[in-house]
Every structure is written in structure tokens, then in C-alpha cells.
């Protein structure tokens, strides 16, 4: 069969809409691997990415009059983007809907209870920060190859979008998605007499919100790392000796640096505040300045209305952009280089290097250009909370096969905290707590004395941690631990 079908199935797709369909047998079940033919694709979709204009002319698209069609979008087609990974989850949401519209006889991005894309990525346990749909359907007359049929709807759904009368956003040509997931169902349907095939696609496209938790939480972490060994790290990080740091921060502020600083702790109402600053830059309703930062120094009026009592507050606003590759987590890593040398250079530690502030909220958002490049946005929010609060925080970390820690991608862990009663000379019942998707951890502390933490991954089958230790001062202490395997 050629690879150019004709389609002159308008009018019988929509028919098949109301006619009866009979469900044939899944490309594959709901809990299964993924089939060959989503496999293949997948692949058709990730050459698309890599390679667009030759997969336009594939499917019959002069690159020349494509480019001409979508001038703002010429360094995304001719460059390319990083393919899309498939993921489970996404996989489990594009199953069950393909498997329900061939049921219900129905063809639409909504499901026949009213969730879309998103409802049915979260049921399954995968939060996007951006998630769109595409779908195919085709149907014909008499028995074709699997693969054919495959692309057939890929032809049809790549030249939707490369269709200069569609002012839909593109899906399969979207530099901003990084994973995916894709089903392919099949069925009959009955009509006027005949018995026709049915071939129906849905591919689900995300951006993970992970993917912002990881870059904030590594921000977070990166700000914490450098209060704590303030001088070694920032003349590690920004590469200067220390005669310089001197010169920049004065003998005071540098003596000031020697002992460290109290880590930040992270508080929720802080980072809502945070999240919507950020969703203002991103809409452009407030702009860092002409150098990509922007300092705020009295934020109190924000945090009242939020229900935040703080003796002082300052927001830092930060953007830089990137390239079309670039990963949140490396723009995190650029942001704090750059608040930390812009800090440095004005000789003013007054934001991420502040004594006074112990609290801090953190959001991170990503927008893709024309260009292919991707402009990242980031809001901080520090602040002196009113009410004094102290919390034991760090990261729990895995040792690899070197012995060396590392947070893994996903690390789950419970931590249990225990105060030493001086009285019953026993420890108390613990304080439990679990670690965030990047190994994160906050406990809150009332009162000073000795403790006892024990944390465990709660799927390597009974590797723990267990260290005491004494907590001396009345400020947020960080403490990392290691989790080696028994």
C-alpha cells in the first residue's frame, strides 16, 4: 500500500461518529508495554523533532514554502529540538482515553465525564506544567498493515500543524514538551452494509511540573549550601581568591561570611507569593531590569495580605535565557551563580547572603521563543518571619557504588526526628516527615537539646541512616544525610 493515502473519509468519519462501533481487540492492554506501533510512533515523532523539515517533505510539505509559512518559527525548523521521552504515566492517561472513545463512540480531547489532558495526566499520577493533546482518526474499507495505518494518522496530525491555516499551537513540533506518551486503538464500525476499520491515536505532550520542583528545590539548596560555607564556596563558585572577597565585601562582611550564615527554610505561603510574582513576569504585567535583576527591598505590604507577619522581606526577580536544549535545573544553577556574584559585587549582602532572613519562598517559570531559545523567569521571596520558627532541613542523599552521596531523580524517604528527654532519659516518640521528590526534607523544631533522626528509602528493602546529634543554637540548622545500602 502506498505511504500517500488519499483520504476521502471526511464525511465517513463523522458518521462513524453516531454509527455503531465495534470495539476490536487493543493494540494493547491498559497495564501492558507499550505496542510496536506506539513505539513506532513515538519514533516518527521524535524524527519529526529532530529533523522537521525533512520530515516535512516526507509527508509531501515543500520546506521551502513551510519555512516561508512560519518565518518566526525558521530556527525551530531548521535546528530541530530534543526528542520527547515516553513516559508511563502520560502513557496510562493516552490508553485510557483511547480506549474509552472507541467504547463510547465519541472523538475528543475532553473525556465523556468532562476531564481533559491535564485531569487525566494528574489521576495518574504525572503533574505538567504544560500538557496538550493531539488526535488522530482514520478509517478504511479493507484490512492494512498496522505500521501503515500508524502513518497515516502521524501524516495527518504533522500536517495539521504545518498547516499555515491552523493557528493552533503545535504539539509534535513544540520545543517546550520533553515527554509524551501515545496510544493507538483500533475498531470496526458497521456502515450502509460494510464493515470498516477504524485507526484511532492519541498522544499526550508535557512538560513535567517535577521539572520546576527540581529547579527550584535546586536553588534552594544551592542558596543553603553557600550560607552554610559561605566564604569557601563563594570563592569556589565564582572562582576569586580571597584578598578579593575581601575587597568586594570589606574585612566586616567577610569575617561575617567565616562562621556561615543560617540556612533558609522553605515555607509554602512564601512560595504561593513567589509563584504568582513569577506568573506576573511571565505575562509581562512586572519586568526584572535591564541586566536581569531586579531587587524589591520592602516586600511587607505583599506578605500581610498573603497572611504573612514578617519583620523584614525583600523579592529578588531574576531572568536569563537560555538555549533550546537547556534543562530548569541548569537555569537554576545560572540564576544562583548570577544573584550570587551580583550580590558579591555590590559589596551589599543583603538578599540570599541576608544574616536576618530565615525563611524563603521560591518559583521558577519557563517560557519557549520563536527562536527555539527558552527565557526562564525567577522570583524569590526572603523574609524575617515575625513569629520565631526553627527547623533541622537538608537533602538525604543515596551513596553510589563509590560511596560518593548523590540525590537521586526520584528519592522517597521517611524521616523520623526524636528529642532526648532529660527526664525519662529516653527519646521521645519521633516527629515524621518525608522527603520531597529530589530528596528534600523540613522538620520543624520546638525547643534545643539532643536528638536522634533515622531516615530510610521506603523501597530499598531496609536500607536506613540513624545519627544523633546535638542541636545547639536557637536558628534553622542544615543537615544532609547519607542512606548506604545494607
Not at 473519509?9 to 455503531?20: Q, S
Not at 500508524?150 to 496530525?157: P, S
Not at 561575617?256 to 509554602?268: D, R, S, T, V
Request: hydrophobic letters at 40%; a negative charge; charged letters at 25%.
Amino acid at each position: 500500500m502506498s505511504m500517500k493515502i488519499q483520504f476521502k473519509y471526511l464525511l465517513i468519519l463523522l458518521l462513524a461518529l453516531t454509527a455503531g462501533i465495534i470495539a476490536g481487540d487493543r493494540a494493547f492492554a491498559a497495564n501492558a508495554s507499550v505496542s510496536p506501533q506506539e513505539q513506532y510512533m513515538l519514533d516518527l515523532i521524535n524524527q519529526a523533532r529532530v529533523h522537521p523539515l525533512d520530515m516535512a517533505a516526507l509527508i509531501g510539505k515543500d520546506p521551502e514554502q513551510v519555512l516561508e509559512d512560519f518565518p518566526q518559527k525558521r530556527a525551530i525548523l531548521e535546528q530541530g529540538m530534543r526528542p520527547v521521552v515516553l513516559n508511563k504515566k502520560i502513557q496510562a492517561g493516552t490508553s485510557g482515553h483511547a480506549s474509552e472513545m472507541v467504547t463510547l463512540k465519541y472523538y475528543s480531547r475532553i473525556s465523556a465525564d468532562g476531564r481533559d489532558v491535564r485531569r487525566r495526566m494528574e489521576e495518574n499520577g504525572y503533574f505538567p506544567d504544560a500538557a496538550r493533546e493531539s488526535l488522530g482518526l482514520i478509517s478504511f474499507n479493507n484490512i492494512v498493515k498496522p505500521n501503515d495505518a500508524v502513518w497515516a494518522l502521524f501524516e495527518n496530525m504533522l500536517a495539521a500543524e504545518l498547516d499555515p491555516a491552523n493557528d493552533g499551537a503545535w504539539n509534535i513540533l513544540n520545543p517546550a514538551f520533553s515527554e509524551a506518551g501515545c496510544s493507538i486503538d483500533r475498531g470496526r464500525f458497521k456502515l450502509e452494509g460494510r464493515t470498516l476499520n477504524l485507526y484511532l491515536a492519541v498522544c499526550d505532550f508535557a512538560s513535567s511540573a517535577t521539572d520546576m520542583y527540581a529547579a527550584e528545590s535546586m536553588l534552594w539548596r544551592l542558596i543553603n549550601r553557600v550560607r552554610t560555607n559561605s566564604r569557601s564556596e563563594i570563592q569556589e563558585i565564582l572562582g576569586i581568591s580571597g584578598n578579593d572577597l575581601i575587597d568586594a565585601l570589606g574585612r566586616r562582611g567577610y569575617w561575617k561570611m567565616f562562621a556561615g550564615l543560617p540556612p533558609l527554610a522553605a515555607n509554602q505561603k512564601l512560595a504561593g507569593i513567589a509563584e504568582k510574582q513569577c506568573q506576573e513576569i511571565f505575562d509581562g504585567r512586572l519586568k526584572p531590569d535591564n541586566n536581569g535583576i531586579a531587587y524589591v527591598p520592602d516586600r511587607l505590604d505583599l506578605l500581610g495580605d498573603n497572611d504573612y507577619s514578617a519583620v523584614s522581606a525583600r523579592e529578588v526577580r531574576i531572568q536569563l535565557k537560555l538555549g533550546p536544549d537547556s534543562k530548569p535545573v541548569e537555569a537554576a544553577a545560572q540564576m544562583f551563580k548570577r544573584l550570587l556574584a551580583a550580590e558579591v559585587e555590590s559589596g551589599n549582602a543583603v538578599n540570599i547572603l541576608n544574616g536576618s532572613v530565615t525563611e524563603m519562598g521560591a518559583a521558577i517559570k519557563a517560557k519557549p521563543l520563536p527562536t527555539g531559545d527558552v527565557v526562564y523567569y525567577g522570583v524569590l521571596e526572603l523574609a524575617e518571619p515575625e513569629a520565631e520558627r526553627m527547623y533541622l532541613l537538608g537533602s538525604v542523599m543515596a551513596a553510589n557504588e563509590d560511596g560518593a552521596p548523590e540525590i537521586p531523580d526520584n528519592n522517597c524517604c521517611r524521616i523520623g526526628l526524636s528529642r532526648f528527654d532529660e527526664e525519662t532519659e529516653t527519646f521521645l516518640p519521633p516527629q515524621i516527615a518525608h522527603t520531597g521528590p529530589r530528596g528534600g526534607y523540613q522538620v520543624q523544631i520546638e525547643k534545643n537539646g539532643a536528638f536522634e533522626i533515622r531516615c530510610g528509602d521506603t523501597r530499598s528493602g531496609g536500607a536506613f541512616h540513624t545519627e544523633q546529634f546535638l542541636h545547639h543554637t536557637s536558628k534553622n540548622r542544615l543537615k544532609n544525610l547519607v542512606i548506604h545500602a545494607n
